[in-house]
């Protein structure tokens, strides 16, 4: 069903049917690459809407979910040895799915969407989305070994390199790492350790792109603004491409 460009707007959460009216007469509203008409009709399920150069989500139906995963939760939509699941913890009114993983023994920021084309941005390695750990590790590491991550540290199935790495805090018997990386391989990070010679003893996801929230208690989940569903489809890179699967599973 086909409705007029100014109230997809308006019912995304981004503006007012009047200030939704004047993006588009300043020209900051594009459909499908060509600049938006007042008056104009789309299909939300298939056009592509872009306000200032950045998607708009404007299908029906779409969710948008950050969970603060606590340890031993599975990140996946079901688990067929019954154990508790990042989906039961988001009371979504329609199907969802996690964007990516955590393993169950690691802790933090997981998106939970039905939007197949931003799971696939976020999770895809060509897009370089970053994500963000803090890593405990009960010992002493050496700098020399954080700057090693960065450098690359090759692992069974490939070279592994962290885009960034620091100290964030270190005392004797105990050392906290905060790493950015761009891949999301089985258990990349805590292997990245163990090949340097370190046990991680607890590995927290901080943020995902620029997405944080430090209030988000573990266990409990919110709505994402749709400035945030934005700012994810900004650093996942807005340009169309005409090749993007629209996953429906979750899987990439």
């Given at each position: 069903?086909?409705?007029?460009?100014?109230?997809?707007?308006?019912?995304?959460?981004?503006?007012?049917?009047?200030?939704?009216?004047?993006?588009?007469?300043?020209?900051?509203?594009?459909?499908?690459?060509?600049?938006?008409v007042?008056?104009?009709?789309?299909?939300?399920?298939?056009?592509?809407?872009?306000?200032?150069?950045?998607?708009?989500?404007?299908?029906?139906?779409?969710?948008?979910?950050?969970?603060?995963?606590?340890?031993?939760?599975?990140?996946?939509?079901?688990?067929?040895?019954?154990r508790?699941?990042?989906v039961?913890?988001?009371?979504a009114?329609?199907?969802?799915?996690p964007?990516?993983?955590?393993?169950?023994?690691s802790?933090?920021?997981?998106?939970?969407?039905?939007?197949?084309?931003l799971?696939?941005?976020?999770?895809?390695?060509?897009?370089?989305?970053?994500?963000t750990y803090?890593?405990?590790?009960?010992?002493?590491?050496?700098?020399?070994?954080?700057?090693?991550?960065?450098?690359?540290?090759?692992?069974?199935?490939?070279?592994?390199?962290?885009?960034?790495?620091?100290?964030?805090?270190?005392?004797?018997?105990?050392?906290?790492?905060?790493?950015?990386?761009?891949?999301?391989?089985n258990?990349?990070?805590?292997?990245?350790?163990?090949?340097?010679?370190y046990?991680?003893?607890?590995?927290?996801?901080?943020?995902?792109?620029?997405?944080?929230?430090?209030?988000?208690r573990?266990?409990?989940?919110?709505?994402?603004t749709?400035?945030?569903?934005?700012?994810?489809?900004?650093?996942?890179?807005?340009?169309?491409?005409d090749?993007?699967?629209?996953?429906?599973?979750?899987?990439?």
């Amino acid at each position: 069903m086909t409705q007029r460009i100014h109230k997809a707007i308006a019912a995304s959460g981004l503006a007012s049917l009047r200030n939704a009216e004047r993006m588009i007469r300043e020209g900051r509203v594009a459909v499908n690459g060509e600049d938006a008409v007042i008056g104009q009709r789309i299909d939300p399920v298939q056009d592509r809407v872009e306000v200032d150069g950045v998607v708009l989500p404007v299908a029906p139906g779409l969710s948008y979910y950050l969970l603060n995963k606590p340890r031993d939760v599975v990140s996946t939509a079901a688990d067929t040895h019954g154990r508790k699941t990042v989906v039961d913890l988001v009371a979504a009114p329609s199907r969802v799915w996690p964007v990516g993983r955590l393993d169950a023994d690691s802790e933090g920021l997981i998106i939970l969407t039905n939007d197949g084309t931003l799971t696939h941005r976020l999770t895809h390695p060509r897009f370089d989305v970053e994500k963000t750990y803090t890593v405990l590790v009960l010992a002493d590491v050496a700098p020399e070994d954080v700057a090693r991550l960065t450098a690359g540290v090759e692992l069974d199935d490939g070279l592994a390199v962290a885009r960034s790495a620091r100290l964030v805090d270190q005392r004797p018997g105990k050392t906290l790492v905060e790493v950015v990386m761009m891949e999301g391989r089985n258990r990349e990070v805590r292997r990245m350790f163990a090949t340097l010679g370190y046990d991680v003893e607890r590995l927290v996801r901080t943020a995902i792109g620029g997405l944080r929230d430090q209030q988000l208690r573990p266990g409990t989940a919110r709505l994402l603004t749709i400035e945030e569903v934005r700012g994810l489809y900004e650093v996942a890179g807005a340009a169309w491409q005409d090749d993007d699967p629209t996953p429906t599973n979750g899987q990439t």
